[in-house]
């Protein structure tokens, strides 16, 4: 994805970087405000000018999570617009990481966690995060593609919904995970 080495220039440029992160067992890192520790999503952020794509996600997830991430090779997997954001999301080498690391978010950041793919999906930027679960490898898309909320939502034009109607569905489907 060629996009992801263009470096931002100006301030009026809106772009985001974010690190999708799984352990074995499919739970992934998440992140919430420190005025919302209720609704997570990925480590990520803004683009400082001068930064790429690639820097910001290193740079985040460190910032949000303490997780080092500058030894990794991230491939970018998905990109969408989110409002006025251009918004890429990386995972490292296969996105799967053998062993947790230990939490540590930087002085001032939020809440950070492992979560459920329900949770990520039905937290914040709900319409962006399914549509990048359900363009993920399958290596991936073992950890969900049979939960009832998923199926729910498979086959739906997720961009063409709500925040809201996403995350009702996702939250309002019985026996999910």
């Known amino acids: 994805m060629k996009r992801a080495k263009i470096i931002k220039t100006h301030?009026?440029?809106?772009?985001?970087?974010?690190?999708?992160?799984?352990?074995?067992?499919?739970?992934?890192?998440?992140?919430?405000?420190?005025?919302?520790p209720t609704a997570f999503g990925m480590p990520g952020g803004k683009l400082e000018i001068g930064d790429n794509f690639y820097q910001a996600a290193?740079?985040?997830?460190?910032?949000?999570?303490?997780?080092?991430?500058?030894?990794s090779t991230l491939t970018p997997i998905f990109r969408a617009s989110d409002g006025p954001f251009d918004v890429i999301t990386f995972y490292p080498e296969n996105g799967i990481l053998l062993e947790r690391?230990?939490?540590k978010p930087g002085q001032g950041e939020?809440?950070?966690?492992?979560?459920?793919?329900?949770e990520l999906?039905?937290?914040f930027f709900p319409i962006y995060n399914m549509s990048l679960l359900k363009r993920l490898p399958?290596?991936?898309?073992?950890?969900y593609q049979n939960k009832?909320?998923?199926?729910?939502?498979?086959?739906?034009?997720v961009?063409?919904?709500?925040?809201?109607?996403?995350?009702e569905i996702i939250l309002n489907t019985v026996g999910c995970f």
């Open 121 to 123: 999906a039905s937290g």
């Open 159 to 167: 961009m063409s919904m709500s925040n809201d109607e996403v995350r």
């Open 58 to 71: 290193i740079r985040e997830t460190l910032e949000e999570t303490g997780i080092d991430l500058t030894t």
């Open 101 to 103: 690391p230990i939490l």
């Open 11 to 36: 301030a009026s440029q809106k772009m985001v970087s974010c690190v999708l992160l799984f352990d074995k067992d499919g739970y992934i890192v998440g992140t919430a405000r420190k005025n919302n």
């Open 138 to 143: 399958e290596h991936l898309k073992k950890f």
């Open 110 to 118: 939020g809440v950070c966690r492992w979560i459920t793919v329900k």
């Open 148 to 157: 009832s909320w998923y199926k729910k939502l498979e086959d739906k034009d």
